[in-house]
C-alpha cells in the first residue's frame, strides 16, 4: 500500500512538478511559483472545458433533432397566430373607425339639414311679427291682440315627447349630439308655444265676433305649411330619430300655418268704425218697431247717427263689390272682405268708390246721407258671414282687443 502510494506521488511529481515563472518588467525581475496542487486543478478545469465541449458537439451532430424541430414548430405556430390576432384586431380598428365616420358625417349631414329647416322656420314665424300687418294700420293704429282674451277658445301645444336627457354617463360626440338634438326640440317647443299663442289671440278675436273660428275653418281648406322642408316630411327616413324629427317639424309648421291663417282673416274682419267722426247708436241690431209701420220687424245692421256729410269709412280692407243704389237703402256701398265677410253701408248722400276698387282699413268711402227708407241723416250698418247677417256691435266690441281708441 506505501509502495503504490510513493509510485503515484512520484508520477504525480513529475507530472506537475513545482514550477517558477519569472516576470521581468522595468529592470525588476520577479517571479511566481505554481504549486502541483494548483497545476492539477489548473489541468482539470482545461479537461472538464475540453470535454464539455466535445459532448456537445457530438449531442448537436449525432444526437436527432425532432424535439427541437417540434418546439420550433411550436414557436412558429404561435407567432404566427399573434400575427393573425394583430391583423384581425388592426381590421377591425380599420372598419370601426370607417364605420363612426361614416356616422358622424351622417349625422353632420342631418344637423345642418336640420338647422337649415329651423331657420326656414324661424325667419317664416319672424316675418310674422307680433300679428301685425300693414292691412290694420289705419290711422296709424297698431294691432293689439293678445292671448289673454278670456272669449278666446283655450287650445295648448304639443309638449315634446321626444326629447332624450343626456345622462352624466353620456359624454363625448354622443353625449353633445345629444345636447344639439336636445336644443332642437327645446325650439321647436318654443316656437309652438308662440304659433298657439297667435293662434288664440286671432281665435278670439273670432270668437268675440259671434261668428267663431270654428264655422271659418268649416268652410274654407286652409292651405299646406308655407315652409319648405319636404325632404324631412316626405320620403324614407334614415334613422328612427330623423323620422321623429321631421314628424315634430310637421306639427310644429301645421300650429303655423294655423296661426298665419287665422292671422290673415283677422288681418280683413270689419271691425273698424263705420264713421270717421264722433257717432251715437239710434236703432240696435235685431228686433225692433219699424219707424214707417210702428210694427215690430227684423233690422239687419245698426242705424249710427253724426251730421250730413259725416265721413263714412271702409271698416276693414277689401273689395267694393257694389257701389250704387238699391231699393230700401238708398245709395249704398258693399265691401267684400274675403273669407266669407262683408260690411254694407247705406242711406249715403254720396259715394266716393266704385265697384272693384280695392279699399283699406279707414279710407272714406262716402258721405252720411238719408236716401232710401230713411227718416233722417244716418248710416245704416251691416255685417254679413256666407249670407247671414250677424250683430255688427260685436265685430266694433272685438275691434276694441284689435285697435288703439
Do not use: C
Request: no cysteine.
Amino acid at each position: 500500500m506505501k509502495k503504490k502510494t510513493m509510485k503515484v506521488r512520484e508520477l504525480f511529481s513529475r507530472l506537475f512538478p513545482e514550477r517558477q515563472i519569472y516576470h521581468r518588467s522595468g529592470g525588476t525581475v520577479r517571479y511566481f511559483t505554481i504549486s502541483p496542487s494548483q497545476q492539477a486543478v489548473l489541468s482539470a478545469a482545461v479537461a472538464a472545458a475540453v470535454g464539455w465541449s466535445l459532448y456537445a458537439t457530438a449531442a448537436l451532430v449525432f444526437i436527432p433533432n425532432s424535439g427541437l424541430a417540434a418546439n420550433g414548430q411550436n414557436e412558429i405556430d404561435k407567432y404566427e397566430r399573434w400575427v393573425q390576432e394583430l391583423r384581425a384586431r388592426d381590421a377591425l380598428s380599420r372598419s370601426q373607425l370607417v364605420e363612426r365616420t361614416e356616422a358622424f358625417q351622417e349625422a353632420t349631414v342631418d344637423f345642418e339639414r336640420r338647422h337649415r329647416t329651423l331657420e326656414v322656420m324661424l325667419e317664416t314665424l319672424k316675418n310674422g311679427g307680433e300679428l301685425e300687418t300693414a292691412a290694420l294700420r289705419g290711422n296709424d293704429a297698431p294691432l293689439l291682440v293678445n292671448a289673454s282674451i278670456d272669449e278666446a277658445d283655450r287650445r295648448q301645444s304639443r309638449p315634446s315627447a321626444d326629447i332624450q336627457q343626456a345622462s352624466a354617463s353620456n359624454v363625448g360626440l354622443r353625449g353633445q349630439i345629444a345636447e344639439i338634438q336636445q336644443d332642437q326640440q327645446k325650439l321647436l317647443d318654443e316656437m309652438e308655444e308662440i304659433a298657439v299663442e297667435r293662434s288664440e289671440a286671432a281665435r278670439g278675436v273670432l270668437r268675440l265676433t259671434a261668428v267663431g273660428a270654428n264655422r271659418i275653418a268649416n268652410t274654407e281648406e286652409m292651405g299646406g305649411p308655407l315652409i319648405e322642408f319636404a325632404s324631412l316630411t316626405s320620403g324614407e327616413f334614415g334613422t328612427p330619430e330623423e323620422a321623429a324629427f321631421a314628424q315634430r317639424v310637421a306639427q310644429v309648421a301645421a300650429r303655423m300655418e294655423e296661426a298665419r291663417y287665422y292671422e290673415d282673416v283677422v288681418s280683413t274682419l270689419p271691425l273698424a268704425q263705420p264713421v270717421g267722426v264722433p257717432y251715437r247708436m239710434t236703432s240696435n241690431y235685431g228686433l225692433r218697431v219699424d219707424p214707417f209701420n210702428k210694427r215690430p220687424g227684423w233690422h239687419n245692421g245698426i242705424d249710427v247717427g253724426a251730421y250730413w256729410n259725416a265721413p263714412i269709412t271702409s271698416t276693414g280692407p277689401g273689395t267694393v263689390s257694389f257701389a250704387g243704389s238699391k231699393s230700401g237703402y238708398g245709395k249704398v256701398i258693399e265691401i267684400d272682405h274675403g273669407h266669407g265677410f262683408k260690411s254694407r253701408y247705406g242711406h249715403l248722400k254720396r259715394i266716393d268708390v266704385k265697384k272693384g276698387e280695392k279699399v283699406a282699413i279707414g279710407d272714406v268711402i262716402g258721405a252720411m246721407g238719408s236716401t232710401g227708407r230713411s227718416t233722417g241723416p244716418h248710416l245704416h250698418y251691416e255685417v254679413w258671414f256666407n249670407n247671414k247677417p250677424y250683430d255688427p256691435v260685436e265685430f266694433l266690441k272685438a275691434g276694441k282687443h284689435v285697435h288703439e281708441e
